[in-house]
């Protein structure tokens, strides 16, 4: 505890470490069914009362969603639509009649064949999604999509998805989980200029990240204005696609770290070098430094790599301390994967290391 605390204090100053860092996964998945380009983006869903049996949920783009334990292995395949991005958020308030439990965990993911978002139902008991609902958007497809339920503010503990398409088509869907169903209703659509895909919200902040693959990573307010739609929608710019910026593109997923008192770390994946750049969760998003994942004799490297995800929450025994997650472009001899990192790995290998510290 005492060094963690240190890495935390140290880590307020210094940044950023320059060279790209070199960690290694200790886990891969299972490839996916198809070959090509096929496996996109993960998610994580925690387990309440055993963090071992915590799932890894990662999309097929050519087939639908997949699940696997914690060492890799697959425990679920839903073939629904050609689902791109998967996003989860867990102990959400559930319109239930009383004999059935008030809150549920979710997993929502966007098709891109139907244009739809659809959510999925996770028992804790069973560790198996099941299908609760779906909602037809108003774009070309599903490409970009993740979760948002705002810790405060006039929307605190509502959910919401965004979800967007190549033209840079952005909507905002609120998601009203029943026991059995699903509400869905648009309130807010907006766009960016060119094709974005990644995004990610900081439930706590009330901010949505987001990313046009080949321009640069933004920050706008992840709340919508009540009543208008059509508001304009201030948008930051944090990193730019070289040469302006350091991110080499296509940008693809982007991850968030939430670590003590709304601190941590915004990741983004790079996918054009291969690597993973951190940014400062806090304040103006300050750059901290870069990773990329090597081999061992066991799990190949990561090459241009897609869809990321982290958590700073224990994850047991493989992954005490929290874990990163990525797809991976290219495994030798076999179909895509998805790798896994442990997070004190990724924390350690920069000087001073980064904080190792849940959020709650
Ligand atoms: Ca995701
Ligand atoms: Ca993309
Ligand atoms: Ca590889
Ligand atoms: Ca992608």
Redesign the pocket.
């Known amino acids: 505890m005492v060094c963690h605390l240190l890495a935390f204090a140290s880590g307020l100053f210094a940044f950023p470490d320059a060279d790209t860092k070199e960690v290694t996964a200790v886990v891969q998945t299972t490839p996916v069914a198809n070959a090509g380009d096929a496996a996109d983006d993960p998610a994580i869903w925690v387990h309440p009362t055993d963090p071992g049996q915590s799932l890894i949920l990662g999309t097929n783009k050519k087939a639908g969603l997949v699940v696997y334990a914690l060492d890799g292995h697959q425990v679920q395949s839903l073939a629904d639509a050609k689902i791109n991005n998967v996003d989860v958020r867990q102990t959400v308030a559930c319109n239930a009649p009383a004999a059935k439990p008030a809150t549920i965990d979710l997993a929502a993911a966007g098709g891109r064949d139907d244009a739809s978002i659809h959510v999925y139902r996770i028992d804790p008991k069973s560790r198996k999604l099941s299908k609760l609902g779906s909602a037809k958007t108003g774009l070309a497809e599903c490409y970009g999509l993740c979760l948002y339920r705002p810790t405060s503010g006039p929307f605190a503990a509502k959910l919401f998805a965004f979800v967007n398409d190549k033209s840079g088509a952005i909507e905002q869907w609120l998601l009203e989980p029943r026991a059995d169903s699903l509400a869905a209703t648009l309130v807010r659509r907006w766009a960016v200029a060119t094709q974005p895909e990644g995004m990610a919200a900081d439930d706590d902040a009330r901010i949505l990240y987001l990313a046009e693959e080949r321009r640069g990573l933004w920050r706008f307010p992840a709340d919508p204005a009540e009543g208008d739609p059509k508001q304009d929608v201030p948008a930051t710019l944090i990193d730019e696609t070289a040469p302006k910026g350091r991110i080499t593109p296509d940008i693809e997923g982007i991850a968030i770290y939430r670590g003590k008192k709304d601190t941590g770390y915004i990741i983004i994946s790079a996918q054009g070098a291969s690597e993973f750049l951190i940014y400062r969760r806090e304040s103006k998003n300050q750059f901290v430094g870069s990773f990329s994942i090597a081999a061992t004799p066991t799990i ?4 241009q790599s897609d869809g990321i995800e982290v958590t700073s929450s224990s994850l047991g025994a493989l992954f005490p301390f929290g874990a990163f997650i990525t797809q ?1 472009g ?2 030798p001899g076999k179909n895509q994967n998805f790798k896994v990192v442990p997070w004190d790995s990724i924390a350690n290998a920069f000087n001073p290391p980064l904080q190792i510290s849940p959020a709650r």
């Open positions: 190949d490297a990561v090459q991976d290219v495994v």
